[in-house]
């Protein structure tokens, strides 16, 4: 599969590392030095993945992201940087990138990766989801599990159906409140908890893992594998 691919890196080592492997892979690179000229090319959506780095200079990469996230550009991106804790993964993945791997890396990996982003925006997004034997018909507003119909509520409906558009990626309780409530505030309840135990009763089946998972200390994620 062949992708335009944008490399955001200032570390002209890696940068050249990277590109080029890219290249003898078959994909289409462009490069960028620093986090503001990154950002600017990545705006016009043209590209299929964005690698980026955390450490950036001008603009940090998480920033960049986020810029990217607020301006309606949804190009997928992968975090590559040696921030490795728990708490750089975190903050990676619920500040709007796709997925996060640590140098020092494996370029197969990489390449794995970045294929499954590809791939999964490359997936059509039209009036039928599926994932694992959930069938959601946003037309028809209908859902069934490996044939059997599940009854929804609209904010449960719709809940899944964010969910569905947006498979691997972890979203937090307040990104919940906002993208699928409207609250620009914390109601301080327990609205989004309670919506997704009922939804994940009514999805999940008992011998399997549940389709949309929650992450420890960052929200909920649909696990589309």
Not at 8 to 13: N, S, V
Not at 35 to 53: K, P
Not at 58 to 83: H, I, W
Not at 85 to 102: C, K
Request: contains cysteine; aromatic residues 6%; proline residues 5%.
């Amino acid at each position: 599969m062949q992708m335009r691919i944008l490399v955001i890196e200032d570390d002209q080592q890696s940068r050249d590392y990277i590109l080029a492997a890219l290249a003898c892979d078959g994909h289409d690179t462009q490069e960028a030095h620093d986090g503001e000229t990154g950002l600017r090319m990545a705006c016009d959506g043209s590209y299929d993945v964005l690698v980026v780095d955390r450490m950036l200079p001008r603009l940090d990469g998480l920033s960049l992201v986020r810029e990217l996230r607020k301006s309606g550009v949804q190009t997928p991106a992968l975090f590559l940087t040696a921030l490795g804790s728990a708490e750089d993964r975190v903050a990676g993945l619920t500040g709007g990138g796709d997925d996060y791997l640590v140098k020092p890396f494996c370029f197969e990996e990489l390449t794995a990766r970045l294929n499954l982003l590809g791939r999964r925006a490359a997936a059509p997004r039209g009036g039928v989801l599926v994932c694992r034997g959930l069938i959601v018909d946003r037309l028809r507003r209908r859902t069934t599990r490996d044939g059997t119909p599940i009854d929804l509520k609209p904010l449960e409906f719709k809940l899944l159906e964010h969910f569905m558009l947006n498979p691997d990626r972890v979203f937090t309780r307040m990104m919940l409140l906002e993208q699928i409530w409207g609250f620009k505030f914390d109601p301080q309840t327990n609205i989004v908890e309670t919506h997704m135990s009922r939804l994940r009763a009514k999805i999940d089946l008992p011998d399997q893992p549940p389709i949309i998972a929650t992450v420890r200390g960052a929200g909920y994620c649909l696990r589309a594998a």
